[in-house]
């Protein structure tokens, strides 16, 4: 009988991994479920046997079938708006009371991506087999993250698949308005950054040799203005090592790349994040309420605490609040309570936490996430309304002081010429 590795949680939110028997990975899934474990991982694993000496013609049998099976894919099989899309449409079909099979053939016959449509696919045969669609969406990591996946596992254990569908699509929805208002916040800046690159150097490669040649000329060597020389030294540096400044430039960014890879770089550059200004407070109110509707949703939709703090934790997206979290989960396990523990991490608002406190005291604390994360969505909206309107005078007096230097300096030296040709 195969055996299949797993990494699942049990119920008081631990990770465990290990093996077990089963014929096929609904069999195996369903087997943790029994034993109290809810899976997050399954993979078969290879006998010594087959792994060690293949068959020719079996891999190349196996490898001719995947390929008619699964299309070749580079980069993401759908992005996070795809996503979004099609779990709304997902959940409108079955809120409207078409069998989840139907619902998965409809979407998958009127699916252009063909990578998505295989994926589509996959989970209506996983469903016609006898599964559930959690178990298919086990099969597919890349494309369902964890918090999907435990947030329709615990739909199905609950009988309202159809209700936490529509949640699902309502957090993935707003998650990504507030990204798309995030990202359209940083475009203006990204172009005029990039345009006074261009400008800056267009004039030193071009325009500021050839005042350096009139320079020469009509002073005969006399001194020039300490501005002047470092602007004729800035000119003749990236006019002369053009590769070099590329360079560079590449080595600065690789540099960042590189830090980030790093736990100590990751979370040294999403402290700066949040502290940056002015940008640092919207990226904040941000990460909070992705933190506070993410929690709700998984809670409401009756994940235990332990283990939607832990999924929490993976999709935060900032690594300061992932160890918030971290120690909120340990505390928690303890029996000590959420908003506690987040008012000691110093990372959230006093409001988000007295907020959480009365939800706890009340007994309404994924409502309560749901009102904070609804409250930073519209702080976020302002901020970056705000952030908008001061945008564009800053990048202004930005491109004016590296011109108005450039002209001074160059302007001081034809001033001494006019003195000396008078």
Do not use: C
Request: net charge positive.
């Amino acid at each position: 009988m195969p055996k299949f590795s797993y990494t699942a949680f049990d119920a008081n939110g631990r990770e465990r991994k290990g093996s077990i028997d089963a014929s096929l990975s609904e069999e195996a899934a369903a087997k943790l479920r029994s034993t109290g474990l809810f899976p997050t991982a399954l993979a078969e694993q290879q006998s010594k046997r087959s792994a060690k000496a293949p068959s020719k013609k079996l891999a190349v049998a196996a490898v001719a079938k995947e390929s008619k099976k699964k299309p070749i894919v580079i980069g993401s099989v759908i992005n996070t708006k795809g996503l979004a899309i099609f779990t709304r449409q997902l959940s409108t079909l079955v809120q409207a009371g078409l069998p989840l099979l139907r619902s998965l053939e409809v979407l998958a016959r009127q699916e252009k991506n063909p990578a998505f449509k295989w994926v589509v696919e996959s989970l209506a045969e996983n469903i016609r087999s006898g599964g559930t669609l959690s178990d298919g969406l086990l099969q597919h990591p890349k494309v369902f993250n964890k918090l999907f996946l435990n947030m329709v596992r615990a739909g199905e254990a609950g009988g309202k698949l159809d209700v936490v569908l529509g949640q699902l699509a309502k957090f993935m929805e707003k998650a990504e308005r507030i990204k798309g208002k995030i990202k359209a916040a940083m475009i203006y800046p990204i172009i005029i950054i990039t345009v006074a690159v261009l400008i800056l150097v267009g004039l030193m490669m071009f325009v500021v040799p050839k005042f350096k040649m009139i320079f020469e000329d009509l002073l005969k060597g006399a001194p020039l203005p300490v501005l002047t020389q470092l602007v004729l030294g800035v000119s003749d540096f990236v006019k002369n090592n053009i590769l070099a400044t590329i360079g560079i430039v590449v080595l600065v960014v690789m540099s960042v790349k590189l830090l980030r890879k790093t736990k100590a770089g990751l979370r040294l550059m999403d402290r700066l994040t949040l502290r940056m200004p002015p940008t640092g407070d919207l990226f904040l109110k941000a990460a909070i309420a992705r933190f506070t509707r993410t929690l709700g949703t998984l809670m409401s939709s009756g994940v235990p605490i332990l283990q939607a703090l832990l999924i929490t934790r993976e999709t935060s997206g900032n690594s300061v609040l992932s160890d918030a979290i971290d120690v909120v989960h340990d505390r928690v396990k303890e029996g000590d309570n959420v908003a506690g523990t987040l008012e000691g991490t110093g990372v959230f608002p006093g409001m988000v936490t007295s907020m959480i406190d009365v939800g706890e005291e009340t007994g309404q604390l994924p409502e309560m996430l749901t009102r904070i994360a609804d409250t930073y969505d519209e702080e976020v909206d302002n901020a970056v309304a705000g952030l908008t309107s001061i945008i564009e005078p800053v990048m202004i007096v930005f491109l004016a002081l590296i011109v108005g230097t450039i002209v001074i300096a160059l302007f001081l030296p034809i001033v001494r010429i006019i003195q000396l040709l008078s």
